[in-house]
Protein backbone atom coordinates (compact mmCIF):
# COMPACT_ATOMS: atom_id res chain seq x y z
CA UNK A 1 0.00 0.00 0.00
CA UNK A 2 1.20 3.25 -0.96
CA UNK A 3 1.69 5.97 1.69
CA UNK A 4 2.93 9.71 2.03
CA UNK A 5 3.72 11.07 5.03
CA UNK A 6 4.44 14.85 5.80
CA UNK A 7 6.88 15.83 8.57
CA UNK A 8 6.89 19.21 9.34
CA UNK A 9 10.35 20.72 11.03
CA UNK A 10 13.61 19.48 9.84
CA UNK A 11 15.29 19.50 13.22
CA UNK A 12 16.93 16.20 14.66
CA UNK A 13 13.79 14.52 14.69
CA UNK A 14 12.01 15.20 11.59
CA UNK A 15 15.45 14.73 9.44
CA UNK A 16 16.01 11.49 11.30
CA UNK A 17 12.95 10.66 10.41
CA UNK A 18 12.58 11.74 7.05
CA UNK A 19 16.19 9.94 6.18
CA UNK A 20 14.56 6.66 7.40
CA UNK A 21 11.42 6.59 5.27
CA UNK A 22 13.57 7.64 2.68
CA UNK A 23 15.88 5.00 3.18
CA UNK A 24 12.61 2.48 3.18
CA UNK A 25 11.22 3.60 0.18
CA UNK A 26 7.91 5.59 1.77
CA UNK A 27 6.47 8.65 0.24
CA UNK A 28 7.88 11.51 2.39
CA UNK A 29 7.78 15.35 2.22
CA UNK A 30 9.53 17.78 4.41
CA UNK A 31 8.35 21.06 5.30
CA UNK A 32 11.67 23.52 6.64
CA UNK A 33 11.49 26.71 7.08
CA UNK A 34 15.13 27.03 6.64
CA UNK A 35 17.26 26.33 3.68
CA UNK A 36 20.91 24.65 3.64
CA UNK A 37 22.52 27.52 2.95
CA UNK A 38 20.87 29.36 5.20
CA UNK A 39 22.27 27.77 8.55
CA UNK A 40 25.42 29.82 8.64
CA UNK A 41 24.22 32.91 9.15
CA UNK A 42 21.78 32.29 12.05
CA UNK A 43 22.28 32.46 15.68
CA UNK A 44 23.50 29.23 17.77
CA UNK A 45 20.33 26.96 17.99
CA UNK A 46 21.64 25.30 21.18
CA UNK A 47 24.53 23.06 22.01
CA UNK A 48 24.02 19.51 21.38
CA UNK A 49 25.56 16.40 22.48
CA UNK A 50 24.93 13.03 20.50
CA UNK A 51 25.47 9.95 22.59
CA UNK A 52 26.69 6.71 20.86
CA UNK A 53 23.20 5.44 20.54
CA UNK A 54 22.12 8.38 18.26
CA UNK A 55 25.65 8.40 16.59
CA UNK A 56 24.97 4.15 15.87
CA UNK A 57 21.62 5.39 14.44
CA UNK A 58 23.29 8.01 11.96
CA UNK A 59 25.56 5.65 11.14
CA UNK A 60 22.25 3.30 10.18
CA UNK A 61 21.22 6.59 7.91
CA UNK A 62 24.48 6.79 6.35
CA UNK A 63 24.99 10.31 7.87
CA UNK A 64 27.83 10.02 10.34
CA UNK A 65 30.34 12.77 8.62
CA UNK A 66 32.01 13.27 11.52
CA UNK A 67 34.47 10.46 12.99
CA UNK A 68 34.21 10.49 16.78
CA UNK A 69 38.17 9.80 16.95
CA UNK A 70 38.82 13.42 15.39
CA UNK A 71 36.23 15.23 16.97
CA UNK A 72 34.25 13.01 19.61
CA UNK A 73 34.92 12.79 23.61
CA UNK A 74 35.18 9.62 25.80
CA UNK A 75 33.88 10.55 28.78
CA UNK A 76 32.69 12.96 31.71
CA UNK A 77 34.29 15.02 34.63
CA UNK A 78 32.33 15.98 37.50
CA UNK A 79 33.42 18.40 39.59
CA UNK A 80 31.12 19.84 42.86
CA UNK A 81 32.00 22.84 44.55
CA UNK A 82 31.43 22.09 48.07
CA UNK A 83 33.24 23.99 50.44
CA UNK A 84 35.60 20.67 49.99
CA UNK A 85 35.29 20.30 46.44
CA UNK A 86 34.86 16.84 45.01
CA UNK A 87 36.17 15.27 41.42
CA UNK A 88 35.53 12.35 39.71
CA UNK A 89 35.41 10.62 36.56
CA UNK A 90 33.43 8.52 34.08
CA UNK A 91 34.01 6.64 31.32
CA UNK A 92 31.94 6.39 28.35
CA UNK A 93 32.05 2.98 26.88
CA UNK A 94 31.84 4.77 23.19
CA UNK A 95 32.21 8.07 22.57
CA UNK A 96 29.89 10.76 22.15
CA UNK A 97 30.00 13.70 19.77
CA UNK A 98 28.97 17.43 19.49
CA UNK A 99 28.93 19.02 16.02
CA UNK A 100 27.69 22.74 16.09
CA UNK A 101 23.69 22.27 14.86
CA UNK A 102 24.51 24.95 11.86
CA UNK A 103 26.87 22.46 10.48
CA UNK A 104 24.76 19.60 11.69
CA UNK A 105 21.64 20.15 10.23
CA UNK A 106 22.14 21.45 6.98
CA UNK A 107 24.25 18.60 6.06
CA UNK A 108 21.64 15.79 6.92
CA UNK A 109 19.14 18.65 5.09
CA UNK A 110 21.38 17.99 2.19
CA UNK A 111 21.80 14.53 2.20
CA UNK A 112 18.20 13.94 2.23
CA UNK A 113 18.08 16.58 -0.38
CA UNK A 114 20.77 14.75 -2.93
CA UNK A 115 19.54 11.14 -2.44
CA UNK A 116 16.04 12.41 -3.72
CA UNK A 117 14.05 13.80 -1.03
CA UNK A 118 11.19 16.18 -1.45
CA UNK A 119 11.43 19.54 0.74
CA UNK A 120 8.85 21.88 1.07
CA UNK A 121 10.52 25.28 1.91
CA UNK A 122 7.99 27.51 4.19
CA UNK A 123 6.74 27.58 7.61
CA UNK A 124 3.72 25.88 8.22
CA UNK A 125 1.02 27.73 10.80
CA UNK A 126 -1.69 25.93 12.83
CA UNK A 127 -4.37 26.77 9.77
CA UNK A 128 -2.09 24.88 7.52
CA UNK A 129 -2.95 21.70 8.84
CA UNK A 130 -6.63 21.30 7.38
CA UNK A 131 -4.50 21.59 4.08
CA UNK A 132 -1.56 18.91 5.20
CA UNK A 133 -4.08 16.61 6.43
CA UNK A 134 -5.93 16.29 3.01
CA UNK A 135 -2.33 15.56 1.48
CA UNK A 136 -0.82 12.95 3.78
CA UNK A 137 -1.90 9.79 5.32
CA UNK A 138 -0.19 10.93 8.36
CA UNK A 139 0.93 14.25 9.69
CA UNK A 140 3.95 14.56 12.13
CA UNK A 141 5.00 17.71 13.81
CA UNK A 142 8.06 17.95 14.78
CA UNK A 143 8.44 21.85 15.82
CA UNK A 144 7.01 23.61 17.77
CA UNK A 145 6.74 26.82 15.53
CA UNK A 146 3.18 27.14 14.59
CA UNK A 147 1.40 24.82 16.42
CA UNK A 148 0.38 27.27 19.28
CA UNK A 149 -2.15 24.84 21.70
CA UNK A 150 -2.38 21.94 19.40
CA UNK A 151 -0.76 19.11 21.42
CA UNK A 152 -1.83 19.89 25.15
CA UNK A 153 0.70 19.52 28.11
CA UNK A 154 -0.07 16.31 30.07
CA UNK A 155 -0.40 18.05 33.99
CA UNK A 156 1.38 15.02 35.74
CA UNK A 157 4.38 14.60 33.27
CA UNK A 158 4.55 18.66 33.27
CA UNK A 159 4.66 19.77 37.13
CA UNK A 160 6.68 23.43 36.11
CA UNK A 161 4.87 26.21 34.59
CA UNK A 162 8.33 28.52 34.68
CA UNK A 163 11.98 27.62 34.01
CA UNK A 164 13.62 26.10 36.38
CA UNK A 165 17.10 27.60 34.96
CA UNK A 166 18.11 30.64 33.78
CA UNK A 167 19.93 29.54 30.64
CA UNK A 168 23.14 31.81 29.05
CA UNK A 169 24.65 28.95 26.26
CA UNK A 170 27.79 29.48 24.31
CA UNK A 171 30.33 28.74 22.08
CA UNK A 172 33.75 29.85 23.24
CA UNK A 173 37.45 29.74 22.03
CA UNK A 174 40.76 30.82 24.44
CA UNK A 175 39.97 27.21 26.58
CA UNK A 176 42.19 24.59 26.35
CA UNK A 177 41.07 21.15 25.64
CA UNK A 178 42.13 18.30 28.47
CA UNK A 179 44.10 16.09 27.25
CA UNK A 180 41.43 13.31 26.39
CA UNK A 181 38.76 15.10 24.82
CA UNK A 182 36.16 15.13 28.04
CA UNK A 183 32.51 16.76 28.97
CA UNK A 184 32.86 18.15 32.42
CA UNK A 185 30.02 18.89 34.15
CA UNK A 186 30.47 21.28 37.30
CA UNK A 187 27.83 21.99 40.03
CA UNK A 188 28.01 25.21 41.98
CA UNK A 189 25.54 24.49 44.55
CA UNK A 190 22.92 27.76 45.19
CA UNK A 191 24.00 28.97 41.96
CA UNK A 192 24.07 26.77 39.41
CA UNK A 193 25.74 24.24 36.96
CA UNK A 194 27.48 24.33 33.88
CA UNK A 195 28.39 21.72 31.21
CA UNK A 196 31.33 22.04 29.59
CA UNK A 197 31.24 20.37 25.87
CA UNK A 198 33.97 20.08 23.17
CA UNK A 199 32.04 20.80 20.11
CA UNK A 200 33.20 21.03 16.36
CA UNK A 201 32.19 24.84 15.65
CA UNK A 202 33.09 26.43 12.33
CA UNK A 203 36.59 27.02 13.29
CA UNK A 204 37.39 24.04 14.56
CA UNK A 205 37.08 22.47 17.73
CA UNK A 206 36.19 24.91 19.95
CA UNK A 207 34.32 24.24 23.59
CA UNK A 208 30.79 24.99 24.38
CA UNK A 209 29.59 26.11 27.80
CA UNK A 210 25.88 25.74 28.95
CA UNK A 211 25.17 27.67 31.95
CA UNK A 212 22.73 26.62 33.89
CA UNK A 213 21.86 29.35 36.48
CA UNK A 214 19.06 29.04 39.37
CA UNK A 215 16.41 32.07 39.25
CA UNK A 216 17.46 34.85 42.19
CA UNK A 217 21.26 33.46 42.45
CA UNK A 218 24.36 34.75 41.53
CA UNK A 219 24.83 33.23 38.12
CA UNK A 220 21.51 34.64 36.90
CA UNK A 221 23.03 38.05 35.75
CA UNK A 222 24.52 36.47 32.69
CA UNK A 223 21.83 36.06 31.41
CA UNK A 224 20.56 39.17 31.79
CA UNK A 225 24.10 40.59 30.53
CA UNK A 226 23.70 40.94 26.62
CA UNK A 227 27.08 40.08 24.94
CA UNK A 228 26.38 42.76 22.10
CA UNK A 229 25.75 46.05 24.48
CA UNK A 230 29.28 45.41 25.61
CA UNK A 231 31.63 42.33 24.24
CA UNK A 232 34.70 43.53 26.80
CA UNK A 233 32.15 44.13 29.74
CA UNK A 234 30.44 40.31 29.33
CA UNK A 235 33.96 38.19 28.71
CA UNK A 236 35.01 40.48 32.51
CA UNK A 237 31.62 39.56 34.48
CA UNK A 238 31.93 35.65 32.42
CA UNK A 239 35.51 35.42 33.52
CA UNK A 240 34.61 36.67 36.87
CA UNK A 241 31.40 33.69 37.62
CA UNK A 242 34.11 31.31 36.17
CA UNK A 243 36.63 31.85 38.67
CA UNK A 244 34.37 32.17 41.47
CA UNK A 245 32.10 28.83 40.64
CA UNK A 246 34.11 26.99 38.03
CA UNK A 247 37.47 27.98 38.77
CA UNK A 248 39.00 24.23 36.94
CA UNK A 249 37.25 25.47 33.57
CA UNK A 250 38.97 29.29 34.49
CA UNK A 251 42.51 27.72 34.91
CA UNK A 252 42.54 26.51 31.32
CA UNK A 253 41.54 30.06 29.92
CA UNK A 254 43.48 31.96 27.85
CA UNK A 255 42.22 35.44 28.90
CA UNK A 256 43.50 37.01 25.88
CA UNK A 257 41.79 34.79 23.38
CA UNK A 258 38.58 33.95 25.29
CA UNK A 259 35.48 34.89 23.58
CA UNK A 260 33.15 33.76 21.47
CA UNK A 261 34.17 31.09 18.77
CA UNK A 262 32.87 32.87 15.40
CA UNK A 263 31.12 35.93 15.70
CA UNK A 264 28.31 37.37 18.13
CA UNK A 265 25.96 34.81 16.99
CA UNK A 266 27.44 32.15 18.86
CA UNK A 267 25.75 32.64 21.99
CA UNK A 268 21.87 32.09 23.33
CA UNK A 269 20.24 33.19 25.98
CA UNK A 270 16.82 32.52 27.76
CA UNK A 271 14.62 29.75 29.58
CA UNK A 272 13.08 26.25 28.84
CA UNK A 273 9.87 25.32 30.45
CA UNK A 274 9.85 21.33 30.63
CA UNK A 275 6.81 19.80 29.42
CA UNK A 276 5.12 16.54 28.19
CA UNK A 277 2.50 16.77 25.91
CA UNK A 278 -0.48 14.85 24.45
CA UNK A 279 1.29 12.52 21.43
CA UNK A 280 -1.31 13.27 18.83
CA UNK A 281 -4.55 15.27 17.63
CA UNK A 282 -7.03 13.89 15.30
CA UNK A 283 -7.29 16.60 12.29
CA UNK A 284 -10.62 17.90 10.90
CA UNK A 285 -10.79 15.07 8.30
CA UNK A 286 -9.93 12.32 10.90
CA UNK A 287 -5.91 12.38 9.62
CA UNK A 288 -3.84 11.92 12.66
CA UNK A 289 -1.16 14.50 13.41
CA UNK A 290 1.66 12.34 15.47
CA UNK A 291 4.24 14.76 17.81
CA UNK A 292 7.58 13.91 17.42
CA UNK A 293 10.89 15.26 19.57
CA UNK A 294 10.49 18.75 21.04
CA UNK A 295 6.88 19.17 20.18
CA UNK A 296 5.95 15.46 22.26
CA UNK A 297 8.69 16.28 25.26
CA UNK A 298 10.68 19.78 25.65
CA UNK A 299 13.33 18.80 28.67
CA UNK A 300 15.68 21.30 29.94
CA UNK A 301 19.19 20.95 28.58
CA UNK A 302 21.31 20.16 31.45
CA UNK A 303 21.56 16.88 31.04
CA UNK A 304 21.43 16.68 26.67
CA UNK A 305 18.38 14.55 26.95
CA UNK A 306 16.21 16.65 23.98
CA UNK A 307 17.63 15.52 20.70
CA UNK A 308 19.02 11.56 21.75
CA UNK A 309 15.13 10.63 23.00
CA UNK A 310 14.06 12.83 19.57
CA UNK A 311 16.02 10.40 17.73
CA UNK A 312 15.15 7.64 19.51
CA UNK A 313 11.65 8.27 18.94
CA UNK A 314 12.05 9.22 15.13
CA UNK A 315 12.94 5.65 14.54
CA UNK A 316 10.63 4.03 17.01
CA UNK A 317 8.19 6.34 14.91
CA UNK A 318 9.71 5.36 11.23
CA UNK A 319 9.54 1.93 11.74
CA UNK A 320 5.90 1.83 13.31
CA UNK A 321 5.00 3.75 9.63
CA UNK A 322 6.95 0.93 7.40
CA UNK A 323 5.54 -1.82 9.61
CA UNK A 324 1.46 -0.50 9.50
CA UNK A 325 -0.64 0.52 6.81
CA UNK A 326 -3.29 2.08 8.91
CA UNK A 327 -2.46 5.53 11.43
CA UNK A 328 -4.96 5.57 13.33
CA UNK A 329 -5.33 5.75 17.14
CA UNK A 330 -4.15 2.34 17.66
CA UNK A 331 -1.41 3.19 15.20
CA UNK A 332 -0.38 5.76 17.97
CA UNK A 333 -0.46 3.30 20.50
CA UNK A 334 1.84 1.17 19.30
CA UNK A 335 4.24 4.18 18.84
CA UNK A 336 3.79 5.50 22.32
CA UNK A 337 3.89 2.01 24.05
CA UNK A 338 7.33 1.84 22.34
CA UNK A 339 9.58 5.04 22.88
CA UNK A 340 7.74 6.63 25.88
CA UNK A 341 10.03 4.38 28.14
CA UNK A 342 12.71 6.79 27.04
CA UNK A 343 11.42 9.79 25.91
CA UNK A 344 9.45 10.39 29.57
CA UNK A 345 12.21 8.79 31.81
CA UNK A 346 14.59 11.86 30.30
CA UNK A 347 12.12 14.15 31.41
CA UNK A 348 11.63 12.63 34.79
CA UNK A 349 15.02 12.03 35.65
CA UNK A 350 16.26 15.51 34.32
CA UNK A 351 13.56 17.68 36.40
CA UNK A 352 14.88 15.46 39.30
CA UNK A 353 18.34 16.19 38.96
CA UNK A 354 17.57 19.71 38.86
CA UNK A 355 15.46 19.51 42.15
CA UNK A 356 18.05 17.77 43.82
CA UNK A 357 20.96 19.84 42.42
CA UNK A 358 19.13 22.63 43.27
CA UNK A 359 18.19 21.59 47.19
CA UNK A 360 21.10 18.54 47.85
CA UNK A 361 19.03 16.36 49.81
CA UNK A 362 20.62 14.18 52.21
CA UNK A 363 19.89 10.91 49.49
CA UNK A 364 21.23 12.89 46.94
CA UNK A 365 24.88 13.69 48.75
CA UNK A 366 25.38 9.84 49.65
CA UNK A 367 24.92 9.35 45.68
CA UNK A 368 27.49 11.46 44.81
CA UNK A 369 29.72 10.31 47.61
CA UNK A 370 29.18 6.87 46.43
CA UNK A 371 30.19 8.06 42.42
CA UNK A 372 33.11 9.84 43.64
CA UNK A 373 34.58 6.25 45.39
CA UNK A 374 33.76 3.93 42.81
CA UNK A 375 35.09 3.86 39.53
CA UNK A 376 32.30 1.15 38.98
CA UNK A 377 29.28 3.04 40.01
CA UNK A 378 31.27 6.51 38.16
CA UNK A 379 31.32 4.80 34.58
CA UNK A 380 27.37 3.23 34.82
CA UNK A 381 26.76 6.42 35.48
CA UNK A 382 28.09 8.57 33.07
CA UNK A 383 27.15 5.38 30.20
CA UNK A 384 23.45 5.89 31.05
CA UNK A 385 23.12 8.72 29.73
CA UNK A 386 22.66 7.19 26.86
CA UNK A 387 19.66 5.21 28.87
CA UNK A 388 17.56 8.14 30.44
CA UNK A 389 15.32 4.97 31.34
CA UNK A 390 17.83 3.68 33.12
CA UNK A 391 18.69 6.65 35.31
CA UNK A 392 15.18 6.53 36.12
CA UNK A 393 15.62 3.38 38.06
CA UNK A 394 18.01 4.57 39.25
CA UNK A 395 16.42 7.92 40.88
CA UNK A 396 12.77 7.49 40.66
CA UNK A 397 13.22 7.44 44.71
CA UNK A 398 14.98 7.07 47.53
CA UNK A 399 15.17 3.69 48.02
CA UNK A 400 16.47 2.98 44.46
CA UNK A 401 19.32 5.78 44.97
CA UNK A 402 20.54 4.02 47.67
CA UNK A 403 20.46 0.35 46.19
CA UNK A 404 22.24 2.05 43.50
CA UNK A 405 24.93 2.88 46.40
CA UNK A 406 25.32 -0.28 47.77
CA UNK A 407 25.69 -2.27 44.60
CA UNK A 408 29.55 -0.86 44.96
Known amino acids: MSKKIGIVGAGTAGLHLALYLQQNDVDVTLFSDKRAEEYASMRLPNTVAHFSVTIDREKALGVNHWQTGDVGYFGHHYYIGLPEPMRFYGDLRSPSRAVDYRLYLPALLTDFVERGGNVEYRAIQQEDYAALAEEFDL ?4 TGKGTGDMFPKIPELSPHTTPQRQLCVGIFKGIAQLPSRSVTMYFSPGAGEMIEIPTLTFNGMQNALVMENLPGGDLEILVQTKYDDDPEAFKTLLLEKLAKHYPTCFERIDQAEFDLANSSLDILQGGVVPAVRQTSIELENGTIAIALGDVQNTV ?19 EEIV ?6 ARFVEKVDSRRNQRVHSATRWTNVMMANLENFPPE ?7 VAQSPTLADTF ?19 VAAFCASA
Open 364 to 370: FGAFVGA
Open 323 to 328: ANDVFD
Open 139 to 142: VVVS
Open 300 to 318: DPMLGQGANAASHAAFVLG
Open 382 to 400: TNNFNYPENQWDVFSSPER
